[in-house]
T-cell receptor, first 109, second 117 residues
């Protein structure tokens, strides 16, 4: 059973496009959620935490739907530099984190 | 900007040998983690460590693995008898301090690529 599931993509979009990723989690006891980005052969880097009320950071908006157990990430006005793999992460118990397999985004000029 | 560092960047070892991977977390962080990522696969949680003891571990983290904070700055992962399937990128991460939103926000090191021959 996969704790966190994501569409692997790739999502190929032109610069300036809006793109959305979804992620589902299986354990309703999950406490906190995050989006990370990972560039090829690099470490994951925190993009944003996901709050129940939804939150926005510049061009990025994250939403959490606990009833349906999914998290979303919306990227507006895509830049070439947004090309990466986006990882959905759920925290369980005190300090145990499950990563999804990631969704690959390619932003084309 | 403070960062997590890891050494070595690449470790090659023979099957059955012991390896120690080293990490220096961000100095005011109190939560420490090890993850692994097999090439082309997802990041997998191994263990979290707080207050000088393991707080969570995954099914992967069996008796072959151990962690230690030998001094005030280093955090190590030891694999006692490496197997071929231990070949992966191993990431260290840290977060904190406690009582703040930063406790959930992990910062990752650049990783150690372990190759077991």
């Amino acid at each position: 059973r996969k704790e966190v599931e994501q569409d692997p993509g790739p999502f190929n979009v032109p610069e300036g496009a809006t793109v959305a990723f979804n992620c589902t989690y299986s354990n309703s006891a999950s406490q906190s959620f995050f989006w990370y980005r990972q560039d090829c052969r690099k470490e994951p880097k925190l993009l944003m935490s996901v709050y129940s009320s939804g939150n926005e950071d510049g061009r990025f908006t994250a939403q959490l739907n606990r009833a349906s157990q999914y998290i979303s990430l919306l990227i507006r006005d895509s830049k070439l530099s947004d090309s990466a793999t986006y990882l959905c992460v759920a925290r369980y118990n005190f300090n145990k984190f499950y990563f999804g397999s990631g969704t690959k985004l390619n932003v084309k000029p | 900007e403070p960062e997590v560092t890891q050494t070595p960047s690449h470790q090659v070892t023979q099957m059955g040998q012991e390896v120690i991977l080293r990490c220096v977390p961000i100095s005011n962080h109190l939560y420490f983690y090890w993850y692994r990522q097999i090439l082309g696969q997802k990041v997998e949680f191994l263990v979290s460590f707080y207050n000088n003891e393991i707080s969570e571990k995954s099914e992967i983290f069996d008796d072959q693995f151990s962690v230690e904070r030998p001094d005030g700055s280093n955090f190590t992962l030891k694999i006692r008898s490496t197997k071929l399937e231990d070949s992966a990128m191993y990431f260290c991460a840290s977060s904190g301090p406690p009582g703040t939103s930063g406790v959930n926000e992990q910062f990752f090191g650049p990783g150690t690529r372990l190759t077991v021959l």
